[in-house]
Each structure stands twice: as structure tokens, then as C-alpha cells.
């Protein structure tokens, strides 16, 4: 029998799926102020109360191929996507991290990013109630690891909304129009807190290479882009912000595969 250690250490992938789900409550009912607490209990379609084994994460959805046992309405695989992806980040965070208390901070980091991203994706909006408080954790988590990090933490929350804040000021001035909207500042001040400051510039770099990469795949796909088509940045600053997180607190064999020139 494996030690409780060895346990603990993959634990964040066990409940990872039961998260995701939770996750896309929040997903569904925060931007439109519905109650998360009272769960998913039945069908949107035809009101069935869904049994304790219809919850279980991917697998119900599996079993019941996609659809209401009631009324046969698909499912949708909304659920299930969220729900794979949490378990993606519990995997990745355990596989690349050097401990148990880095990998539960990076899904802890990764659960609220993926979050902020698919609201940001479907919504264009970035709510308050989950970049605030992740200012406030990177801020007390650093305060927690005390000395240099505390400093690089504090700093990093203020540069990362004020330097972005000028760039946006700059960029729509010169433009005419807004570019980053005033989530996407907090979201950057939430990555100043977690990386501290000398991250920022590495983090702002890749997310702007992968909104680019993106918006290039979108023409290509035929998607039409003008100067007037909006982009959500969040998911990219979130992206960034995770792989920073990942790098800052990487295992011996992923820190030596890491590029040196970008700051990790
Ligand atoms: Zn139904």
C-alpha cells in the first residue's frame, strides 16, 4: 500500500474533477447573480433530480451518452470540458511542481484562473468577486513565506495594475478605443501578487504572443477581425500567469528544461 505522502501527493487530481464541476456552477450562475450554493440537482429541460450517480464528474456524463435519462436532452459537454480540464491542471500541477504545497497552490491558482478565463471567453468580463480575492491570497501567501517575497509580492500587485494601466492609457490614446479593460488590470495586479514583480514582464510577453498566435488562428479559421473586434485577453493573461506560477515552483527535472533568458 502506498504511504499517506504519496496519497496526499496525488490528491489534488482526485478531487480535481469534483472541483470542475463546482467550477461550472460558477461558471454558469455567477455572470448572471443565480445562486452557486444550491448545486446541480436536476435537468434544466425537464426538472428530473438527478441521483447522486448522475453527478459523478465525465463519468455519468459518459454513461448517460451525453443525454437526460428523463427526457433525452443532451447534456451539453460544457460540464464535462470544465470538469477535464481541472483535472488537466490537478495532473500537471502534481506531475511539475516540487512538493504538495506548490502543486495545491498551483491548482488553487489554476481552479480560479480557469474560471476567470471561461467567464472572461463567454462574457467579456473578469468579476471582481474572484480577481479580488486572488490579489488578496498571492498577497497573503507571500506574506506567509515572509522576507524577500512578501516585498517582490507587494510590489508586483501594485506594477502589474499600474504599469498595464498606463500601457492601456498609452494604447487608448493612440488608438481611439480601449484595449485591456479594468479586469484585465486586476487580474495583472494578481499576477504581480502570486509571481512577485519580476515576473510581470515574462507574463506579459507570453500572453501578448499567445492573443496574437490566437487571433492569427481565428483569421485563418475564417473568423473575420477588424480593428473594432473585441478579444477577451483574460484567458491568455491567465495562461501566462499559470505557466509563470509553474516555472517559479518547478520540480529539478522541469527547472532545467526551463529557458533562462525569460526571467524563471
Ligand atoms: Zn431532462
Not at 427526457?71 to 495532473?91: D, K, M, N, Q, R
Not at 506531475?95 to 480560479?112: H, K, N, Q, V
Request: hydrophobic share 55%; proline share 6%.
Amino acid at each position: 500500500m502506498a504511504p499517506p505522502g504519496e496519497f496526499l501527493r496525488f490528491a489534488p487530481v482526485v478531487v480535481a474533477p469534483f472541483i470542475g464541476s463546482f467550477l461550472g456552477l460558477v461558471v454558469r450562475r455567477l455572470p448572471v447573480g443565480g445562486k452557486i450554493v444550491s448545486g446541480r440537482s436536476s435537468c434544466p429541460h425537464c426538472g428530473k433530480t438527478l441521483s447522486p450517480l448522475e453527478l459523478v464528474p465525465v463519468v455519468s456524463w459518459l454513461l448517460q451518452g451525453g443525454k437526460c435519462r428523463g427526457c433525452g436532452a443532451p447534456l451539453g459537454s460544457f460540464y464535462p470540458a470544465i470538469e477535464l480540464a481541472a483535472a488537466t491542471i490537478a495532473v500537471l500541477a502534481v506531475l511539475l511542481t516540487d512538493g504538495s504545497d506548490s502543486a495545491w497552490l498551483a491548482c488553487g491558482l489554476g481552479w480560479t484562473l480557469l474560471t476567470l478565463s471561461w467567464i472572461d471567453a463567454e462574457t467579456m468580463l473578469l468579476p471582481d468577486v474572484l480577481t479580488l480575492p486572488l490579489i488578496l491570497a498571492g498577497l497573503m501567501i507571500s506574506i506567509a513565506g515572509g522576507g524577500d517575497s512578501m516585498l517582490a509580492s507587494g510590489i508586483g500587485a501594485v506594477l502589474g495594475y499600474g504599469l498595464i494601466w498606463a500601457v492601456a492609457r498609452f494604447y487608448a490614446w493612440r488608438a481611439g478605443r480601449a484595449g485591456l479593460g479594468e479586469g484585465d488590470l486586476k487580474l495583472f495586479a494578481a499576477t504581480g501578487a502570486w509571481l512577485g514583480w519580476q515576473l510581470l514582464p515574462a507574463v506579459i510577453f507570453i500572453s501578448s504572443v499567445l492573443g496574437i498566435v490566437a487571433a492569427l488562428l481565428a483569421m485563418a479559421l475564417g473568423r473575420r477581425m477588424s480593428r473594432e473586434t473585441r478579444i477577451p485577453f483574460g484567458p491568455f493573461i491567465a495562461a501566462a500567469t499559470w505557466l509563470g506560477f509553474i516555472a517559479e515552483h518547478a520540480n529539478d527535472t522541469i527547472a532545467t528544461l526551463l529557458p533562462s533568458t525569460l526571467g524563471f
